[in-house]
């Protein structure tokens, strides 16, 4: 039930980009991204609502394929700042119960 | 805006000892969410109040937990006779409405000895 995010772990230097992906194997009517860094409380980053949607802060956006019941997070030019663990989160349909992804730890090197 | 305030930041206790964590969540979010967090795993979902009602409760819940939110305000979390499995961060987190941001707390670090 728990979305499944790839990859699970990603070393990248500064200034290079990466690509994190959450699949869902049931329906998805919003996507939201957190970042956590080491120690602390997860932090929000975007929601996306609608199928197709795609937004973006600073250099990090985001798409949603309702459809495929997927979701994607892109992260360009990285930043040390950037490091920490990212997890997608959803609220599962018809409940209040709300679920993280299983986490994607990205590291960036200088 | 404040934040979400948790307290206290660690709780060291006994195995068999009961403890209760509190929560001040922003003051005009109506939704609270509870959360344990072990390492290297994401938060799991525990608990759901909207304002002063709880309507959602993991089944991974054993009946030694209980989670109150009196007057729509603070939260408790309770935790009945520890056991070595409840090790863990404890994230309570805010939101004003359904699809919005959380806003978590810093936690509530529990060690059972």
């Known amino acids: 039930q728990q979305p499944v995010q790839s990859p699970q772990a990603v070393i990248l230097r500064e200034g290079e980009d990466a690509v994190i992906n959450c699949s869902s194997s049931?329906?998805?009517?919003?996507v939201h991204w957190y970042r956590q860094k080491h120690g602390e409380a997860p932090v929000f980053l975007m929601i996306?609502?609608?199928?197709?949607e795609q937004k973006g802060h600073d250099k990090i956006s985001a798409s949603f394929n309702e459809k495929k019941q997927q979701s994607s997070l892109y992260l360009t030019a990285s930043q040390l700042s950037y490091s920490g663990t990212y997890f997608c989160?959803?609220?599962?349909?018809?409940?209040?119960?709300?679920?993280f992804g299983t986490g994607t730890r990205l590291k960036v090197l200088a | 805006d404040t934040g979400v305030s948790q307290n206290p930041r660690h709780k060291i206790t006994k195995r068999g000892q009961n403890v209760t964590f509190r929560c001040d969540p922003i003051?005009?979010?109506?939704?609270l969410y509870w959360y344990r967090q072990t390492l290297g795993q994401g938060p799991e979902f525990l608990t759901y109040?909207?304002?002063?009602?709880?309507?959602?409760k993991s089944r991974l819940l054993s009946d030694r937990f209980s989670a109150e939110r009196p007057k729509g305000s603070f939260s408790t979390l309770e935790i009945q006779r520890t056991e070595q499995g409840d090790s863990a961060m404890y994230l309570c987190?805010?939101?004003?409405?359904?699809?919005?941001?959380?806003?978590f707390g810093d936690g509530t670090r529990l060690s059972i000895l």
């Open positions: 049931k329906a998805l009517y919003s």
């Open positions: 987190a805010s939101s004003p409405g359904q699809n919005q941001p959380q806003h």
């Open positions: 996306l609502l609608k199928g197709g």
């Open positions: 109040f909207q304002n002063e009602a709880q309507l959602e």
């Open positions: 003051s005009e979010h109506n939704r």
């Open positions: 989160g959803t609220e599962i349909v018809g409940t209040y119960k709300y679920i």
